[in-house]
């Protein structure tokens, strides 16, 4: 995003929700990154209700940019409403300044296929009319941490001839390793190559099968539970999951597995030390099972 308002609206307004006015990972807040990269915040709209019609009314001769920003790690219910982003690419056609959208995880596919809610994936996005959309290259696209814009030619070209963009460029290593991972989307096997969505996509009986060899012959249970995706994608979405539980001292459990020389980190839940085995690889079961059975005994 900083190079991208650098590079597009350097000096000049950029329109954004007050409800959108985040603050991210690491305390790095939406307003600091409007502020360094040379643009100045205009804000619309109040908290939890913004229309197309207030950024209508806002643009003028000082507009550079209409910026939405994802609000990520939390999410505002009740009386709400919140403009398009068919609506705001209406708004910035009609005043002539770029639509640009901070999607902010990486949404390529749409999660509805793994029991969690359907947003706008980066190309529906695109499609819709934004000019440019901002996103990480790990949580969602499951690669090393980096970021990404995308959008129309004019706009990636002005950010590649930025000063800035020598500042910030990633090695050759990265750009290898984020293609990779963005070809398993093209080719279809991002449930099977990319750790995150083969972890979704387990199916509830193969996790119940895992778990039942695990506890085989101890005094371990097996419970139902819910996984979170995390890295702030989905706040207040869990997904089905199985776990292995632990009955005893459950806080001497964890210290237990922590320290074994693989360490082992699961959840304490109503006083019991549980393991989510669809944030486990089954390679590793085999392993799980016995450092537990230390554990048990």
Same mark, same amino acid.
């Given at each position: 995003?900083?190079?991208?308002?650098?590079?597009?609206?350097?000096?000049?307004?950029?329109?954004?929700?007050?409800?959108?006015?985040?603050?991210?990972?690491?305390?790095?807040?939406?307003?600091?990154?409007?502020?360094?990269?040379?643009?100045?915040?205009?804000?619309?709209?109040?908290?939890?209700?913004?229309?197309?019609?207030?950024?209508?009314?806002?643009?003028?001769?000082?507009?550079?940019?209409?910026?939405?920003?994802?609000?990520?790690?939390?999410?505002?219910?009740?009386?709400?409403?919140?403009?398009?982003?068919?609506?705001?690419?209406?708004?910035?056609?009609?005043?002539?300044?770029?639509?640009?959208?901070?999607?902010?995880?990486?949404?390529?596919?749409?999660?509805?296929?793994?029991?969690?809610?359907?947003?706008?994936?980066?190309?529906?996005?695109?499609?819709?009319?934004?000019?440019?959309?901002?996103?990480?290259?790990?949580?969602?696209?499951?690669?090393?941490?980096?970021?990404?814009?995308?959008?129309?030619?004019?706009?990636?070209?002005?950010?590649?001839?930025?000063?800035?963009?020598?500042?910030?460029?990633?090695?050759?290593?990265?750009?290898?390793?984020?293609?990779?991972?963005?070809?398993?989307? #093209?080719?279809?096997?991002? @449930? /099977?190559? !990319?750790?995150?969505?083969?972890?979704?996509?387990?199916?509830?009986? %193969? &996790? =119940?099968?895992?778990?039942?060899?695990?506890?085989?012959?101890?005094?371990?249970?097996?419970?139902?539970?819910?996984?979170?995706?995390?890295?702030?994608?989905?706040?207040?979405?869990?997904?089905?999951?199985?776990?292995?539980?632990?009955?005893?001292?459950?806080?001497?459990?964890?210290? #237990?597995?922590?320290?074994? @020389? /693989?360490? !082992?980190?699961?959840?304490?839940?109503?006083?019991?030390?549980?393991? %989510? &085995? =669809?944030?486990?690889?089954?390679?590793?079961?085999?392993?799980?099972?016995?450092?537990?059975?230390?554990?048990?005994?």
């Amino acid at each position: 995003m900083l190079l991208l308002l650098a590079s597009v609206s350097p000096g000049r307004e950029v329109l954004v929700s007050r409800g959108e006015l985040v603050e991210i990972g690491g305390s790095f807040r939406v307003p600091d990154i409007i502020q360094q990269g040379g643009a100045k915040l205009r804000e619309v709209g109040t908290t939890n209700r913004t229309r197309a019609s207030d950024f209508l009314e806002a643009a003028g001769r000082r507009t550079g940019a209409i910026l939405s920003v994802h609000q990520s790690n939390f999410q505002i219910v009740g009386f709400t409403e919140a403009a398009s982003v068919a609506e705001l690419a209406d708004v910035a056609r009609r005043k002539r300044i770029p639509l640009l959208i901070d999607e902010g995880s990486g949404r390529v596919v749409d999660l509805a296929a793994y029991g969690l809610k359907s947003e706008p994936t980066i190309a529906e996005l695109l499609s819709s009319g934004a000019d440019a959309v901002t996103c990480s290259t790990d949580k969602l696209i499951g690669s090393l941490q980096g970021g990404l814009i995308l959008g129309k030619r004019e706009i990636i070209e002005k950010c590649a001839r930025h000063p800035l963009m020598r500042a910030l460029r990633a090695g050759k290593e990265s750009y290898a390793l984020l293609g990779r991972t963005l070809l398993s989307f #093209l080719e279809g096997k991002h @449930e /099977r190559e !990319i750790p995150l969505y083969r972890m979704m996509a387990t199916p509830l009986e %193969d &996790l =119940r099968g895992r778990a039942n060899a695990i506890v085989a012959g101890s005094s371990m249970s097996i419970v139902e539970s819910r996984s979170a995706v995390g890295g702030g994608t989905t706040p207040s979405e869990t997904i089905a999951s199985i776990s292995v539980s632990i009955e005893g001292d459950a806080s001497s459990h964890a210290r #237990l597995l922590r320290t074994r @020389e /693989r360490p !082992i980190i699961g959840r304490i839940i109503d006083e019991h030390f549980t393991l %989510d &085995l =669809r944030a486990i690889d089954p390679g590793d079961d085999a392993y799980v099972r016995q450092s537990l059975g230390v554990a048990v005994r």
